[in-house]
């Protein structure tokens, strides 16, 4: 399915398409409360600040805040898979896929260490682009 | 909310009806809770009509074509599983206000079965599978896994809300599932995702509900204090900010601040509440709810649901009426529905599964939408 020329691009507003390939998830954060949001923002969701909001660098690491293992989906989507929520080292969570074997407890990857790849879905866009998204690997296992 | 009471409320039993029209349900549902008033459309001085699917579609104007175009204000309500719950408290607003003596409130839905597809997501780029998952049953499961890491709740725990709820339904001939389901059945049936299996999953039908909601000084003057029900709390909020939404949509913060809000309104505390009807969507969002509304501490809601306390006959019986995991869940019509039990039960009109000496009862909704936002609605609800 991907294709090594396709031009990358950014599946979701937050993540952030590097020209040398060091692509990386963006944040906003407050000054004046110290939360970390997924994303640009323009004011603080947290406190309603609206002078406070500088973009950060989110980190690649991050620890499994909760996930299950998806057995039914929409028609089309490959199941089963593991829906994860990071919280992600140094403030901000998102949600994405993790990759790995699919646990028999879920519960028991709450608390466990991922790095946060930004990497090609294999979708591709009318133009032929290639959506790229974060997607979670167990540390442990990650190159 | 010192004024506004229900005269009438009624609700179609929900189900699947293919050869009937959004209006024709929404009408049905309207006539019946006119009639439980002993009201007519005459006397209706304005109309909300919630629908979160087809809130763009005029239904409140189809709906009045239906039961007779008298001069009113249509408002047509749209806000997620809340959608009936907020369409009835603009109607208590509009009454306590003084605006108007008596509004109308319909909840009504036509619903496609399976897996919910939500609005405005990105169309050229399929997100669920690619970056987790945002359909509702897992979003449940996420915040279920949450609660299981920090307190040890079980699988099986999970499990009873739907085995307690079931056999509720058994008693309402108004629910779409009428059966029991044993505590094996509920666990062995098909994993959606874990720990919500397919039986601890809400199903989506069609439905629609209807209140009429009146000043009491209305209600006084027409004779129909006897039947009806004081609202002695409207409260609603929306995405309440947590440290995980951009992760997880929150349900539970957002029902803490609205519960906190409605009991403040009304004097009360849960310990003065007889019976609640809360938003099971599915089995694990139940047992959350038993500590956001406040029945138990953080943590102990495993150990609740294991007592039987919320069980019909227990201290505080939650869901009596089967909940959305029997009724169903037409999204715009869960909220009115929801009252409709609560009125039932305060006005000893519950049958079989009557709360005895119910005076005080509680509703509750929440709904949402990855990356948007939440919405939830409490309501507490008074014999008169
Ligand atoms: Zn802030």
Redesign the interface.
């Known amino acids: 399915m991907s294709d090594p020329i396709a031009e990358p691009i950014a599946?979701?507003p937050y993540v952030i398409i590097d020209r040398d390939g060091d692509h990386h998830l963006v944040g906003s954060r407050c000054a004046k409360c110290g939360?970390t949001?997924?994303?640009r923002r323009v004011a603080c969701?947290?406190c309603g600040a609206n002078d406070s909001v500088t973009q950060v660098r989110l980190s690649d690491k991050g620890r499994i805040?909760?996930?299950?293992?998806?057995?039914?989906?929409?028609p089309?989507?490959?199941?089963p898979?593991i829906?994860?929520?990071?919280d992600i080292d140094g403030g901000?969570?998102?949600?994405?896929?993790l990759r790995g074997p699919i646990p028999s407890d879920?519960?028991a990857e709450?608390?466990r260490p991922v790095r946060i790849c930004v990497e090609d879905?294999g979708?591709r866009?009318?133009l032929g682009r290639a959506?790229y998204?974060?997607?979670f690997r167990p540390l442990e296992a990650a190159a | 909310m010192s004024g506004a009471v229900i005269a009438g409320i009624d609700m179609i039993p929900f189900g699947r009806f293919p050869d009937r029209s959004l209006e024709d349900i929404g009408a049905e549902a309207a006539l019946m809770a006119l009639a439980d008033a002993g009201l007519t459309i005459h006397d209706v001085q304005a109309f909300y009509c919630g629908s979160a699917l087809q809130a763009t579609a005029f239904p409140g104007q189809r709906i009045l074509r239906r039961i007779g175009q008298r001069m009113m204000p249509v408002l047509n309500v749209v806000n997620g599983c809340a959608t009936g719950a907020a369409a009835f408290r603009e109607a208590v607003l509009a009454v306590a206000s003084g605006r108007h003596d008596v509004a109308l409130a319909v909840g009504v839905e036509k619903m496609d079965r399976g897996?919910i597809?939500m609005p405005g997501r990105?169309a050229?780029?399929?997100?669920?599978?690619?970056?987790?998952?945002i359909?509702t049953?897992?979003l449940f499961?996420?915040?279920g896994?949450?609660h299981?890491?920090e307190y040890g709740t079980t699988f099986e725990q999970f499990a009873k809300v739907s085995v307690k709820n079931h056999h509720h339904a058994t008693l309402n001939e108004k629910a779409f599932i009428r059966r029991e389901t044993p505590l094996e059945e509920v666990m062995a049936s098909?994993?959606?995702?874990?720990p919500n299996t397919k039986l601890m999953c809400s199903i989506n039908v069609d439905g629609a509900a209807a209140a009429i909601v009146t000043s009491e000084a209305f209600a006084r003057r027409h004779g129909l204090m006897n039947r009806a029900v004081r609202v002695r709390a409207a409260a609603m909020l929306a995405s309440v900010?947590t440290?995980?939404?951009?992760?997880?949509t929150d349900f539970n913060e957002v029902t803490r601040e609205t519960a906190k809000q409605a009991y403040e309104a009304a004097g009360l505390g849960v310990e003065d509440i007889d019976l609640i009807e809360l938003h099971d969507c599915f089995a694990t969002a139940e047992l959350l709810h038993y500590e956001n509304l406040g029945l138990c501490g953080k943590g102990e809601s495993g150990a609740l649901i294991d007592s039987g306390e919320t069980a019909l006959g227990g201290r505080l019986p939650v869901n009596v009426s089967g909940g959305l995991l029997s009724k169903g869940h037409p999204l715009g019509a869960t909220g009115i529905a929801n009252l409709y039990e609560i009125c039932l039960h305060l006005r000893d009109e519950a049958g079989q599964r009557q709360v005895e000496g119910a005076r005080i009862g509680l509703a509750h909704i929440v709904g949402g939408m990855?990356d948007y936002g939440s919405a939830s609605a409490v309501h507490i609800l008074e014999r008169v």
Not at chain 2, 124 to 133: P, S, V
Not at chain 2, 190 to 194: L, P, V
């Open positions: 599946a979701v939360a949001l997924l994303g969701a947290a805040r909760t996930c299950t293992v998806v057995h039914r989906s929409y089309g989507v490959p199941v898979f829906a994860a929520v990071i901000g969570v998102v949600r994405g896929t879920p519960v709450v608390g879905t979708q866009d009318a959506f998204s974060q997607v | 897996l597809v990105p050229d780029f399929q997100e669920e599978g690619a970056i987790g998952t359909t049953p897992c499961s996420q915040a896994v949450i299981s890491a098909e994993m959606i995702a874990y900010f440290d995980m939404e951009d992760g997880l990855t």
